[in-house]
């Protein structure tokens, strides 16, 4: 059974850091692009970063780009995301996603940055 | 980016009823495009990829089609947990970009 299982999130204050984890299990994940996606309260989806199956290539949105880094550990089957600069605008639940085409989604982790 | 403009952003209807969500995006993305259902609190599930071929374990009152710019998710028989948020995203190229959203609600 395909399992993710994200951890990390927290309260922060703005201009802070965090990193999350995303666990994966159920799967031969160094054979996958692994992705992270954020939805704020109440709001929609919107992807945020992917890196393929070796670590090599990685992509971000806009929004993010030179304040995230994804990167990931295939010997401890794990994805990370790490979180500098942290603004109001983040506060989101940040979901581990599988794949392209996406198809297994973590339960999330929720990042509150407030003072 | 590609956007993608999903509609209506919500819809009543009825258990039994046929109900079609629209998906267009800003430029042809072939037919790399997924429909996902999002409960209250839960992760999005997978009910499309490819634009029309159906995750395994989906009801097959569910289907979609599609591919270049115009895509629909129809689900011809509403059951009761059918009533849920559905997004569309295009996974052709980077950033991925979801719709906007389509909320089913009961009437």
């Known amino acids: 059974e395909v399992q993710l299982v994200e951890s990390g999130g927290g309260l922060v204050q703005p201009g802070g850091s965090l990193r999350l984890s995303c666990a994966a299990s159920?799967?031969?994940?160094?054979?996958?692009?692994m992705h992270w996606v954020r939805q704020a309260p109440g709001k929609g989806l919107v992807w945020v970063s992917g890196i393929d199956s070796d670590g090599s290539t990685t992509t971000y949105a806009d929004s993010v780009k030179g304040r995230f880094t994804i990167s990931r550990d295939n010997a401890k089957n794990t994805l990370y995301l790490q979180m500098n600069s942290l603004r109001a605008e983040d506060t989101a639940v940040y979901y581990c996603?599988?794949?392209?085409?996406?198809?297994?989604w973590g339960q999330g982790t929720l990042v509150t940055v407030s003072s | 980016d590609i956007q993608m403009t999903q509609s209506p952003s919500s819809l009543s209807a009825s258990v039994g009823d046929r109900v079609t969500i629209t998906c267009r995006a800003s430029?042809?993305?072939?037919?790399?495009l997924g429909w996902y259902q999002q409960k209250p609190g839960k992760a999005p599930k997978r009910l499309i990829y490819?634009?029309?071929t159906l995750q395994s374990g989906v009801p097959s009152r569910l289907s979609g089609s599609g591919s270049g710019t115009e895509f629909t998710l129809t689900i011809s028989s509403l059951q009761p947990e059918d009533f849920a948020t559905y997004y569309c995203?295009?996974?052709?190229?980077?950033?991925?970009?979801f719709g906007q959203g389509t909320k089913v609600e009961i009437k």
């Open positions: 996603v599988r794949g392209t085409p996406p198809d297994y």
């Open positions: 995203l295009q996974y052709n190229s980077y950033p991925w970009t």
């Open positions: 159920g799967f031969t994940f160094r054979s996958y692009w």
């Open positions: 430029q042809g993305i072939r037919n790399d």
């Open positions: 490819a634009a029309s």
